[in-house]
């Protein structure tokens, strides 16, 4: 009797370790299928977004063309340079929409494959301002970069670069202030932490869970006028992320807006 009770105990062991092992492994297909289906959702979202991004410069062009092809002879020079300059304009536009979609596929898709070198942040940074400075002027705004010398990390100069340049061309183009700042807010043994802000209009807190998505704008035609593509920040998230960091914003009241994140040393 002893004998067949530790049978029976050892067999309903048995049963229960196999139920609890095909739970979780129904469990694991599960989540993978729920994955799988989110990936395709953001994915037929993602197609159909660049979709109607491309549509409104390439119908655009598309008009512009034949109005100077169907009028060549009765058009004024000022008339047809007016619309070459409005091809020229959304041209540039589609490049800088497929520049950026690249840069995210590539930081999705291939990041294994993104190279990293040792970086100097202060100098790589100094460089950003002076370029966006001098690209920028007609803004009359002022960039306050406060980071002090020797910050380095190990990092892809090219995502570095778009983290800061699109956060100061942000402030720059639709905060509507005065001053930008750049400072270093704290580091420990593992991590730098920057701020970036600027002493703007800021936006409705209803706004500030949304804006690292693609293709959102605060202001959709603002946004367009200053060709913006809808994807910097969302480039600026994910350029954060493949440095081991993260990323949050804030707009308090009367203070623009404020970029807080980390990346890895």
Do not use: W
């Not at 309903?12 to 196999?18: A, F, L, P, Q, S």
């Amino acid at each position: 009797n002893d004998e067949l009770g530790e049978i029976s105990s050892h067999i309903i062991n048995m049963y229960r370790d196999m139920n609890k092992a095909l739970l979780e492994r129904d469990k694991s297909m599960n989540d993978l299928i729920t994955e799988e289906r989110e990936k395709n959702r953001i994915k037929n979202q993602l197609t159909s977004n660049i979709n109607h991004e491309l549509k409104t410069p390439v119908h655009t062009i598309q008009a512009c063309i034949e109005t100077i092809i169907n009028n060549r002879y009765r058009m004024t020079e000022n008339q047809e340079d007016e619309l070459m300059r409005t091809c020229h304009d959304n041209v540039k536009r589609l490049c800088d929409l497929l520049r950026d979609i690249t840069t995210l596929t590539d930081i999705n898709d291939n990041s294994c494959q993104i190279a990293k070198e040792q970086l100097n942040v202060s100098n790589l940074v100094a460089s950003v301002c002076r370029d966006i400075s001098s690209r920028q002027a007609e803004h009359s705004i002022r960039i306050n970069n406060y980071l002090p010398d020797g910050i380095e990390i190990s990092g892809n100069k090219s995502l570095v670069e778009s983290i800061f340049s699109n956060l100061i061309n942000n402030a720059v183009l639709y905060s509507g202030g005065r001053d930008i700042f750049i400072k270093l807010k704290s580091e420990n043994a593992d991590d730098y932490c920057f701020e970036v802000s600027d002493n703007g209009i800021g936006v409705e807190p209803r706004h500030l869970p949304r804006l690292f998505e693609r293709f959102y704008r605060v202001d959709d035609g603002r946004s367009r006028a200053y060709g913006g593509t809808g994807l910097g920040l969302a480039i600026v998230k994910n350029a954060v992320q493949f440095h081991g960091g993260t990323i949050s914003v804030d707009s308090p009241a009367n203070r623009g807006l404020i970029f807080t994140f980390t990346l890895h040393k």
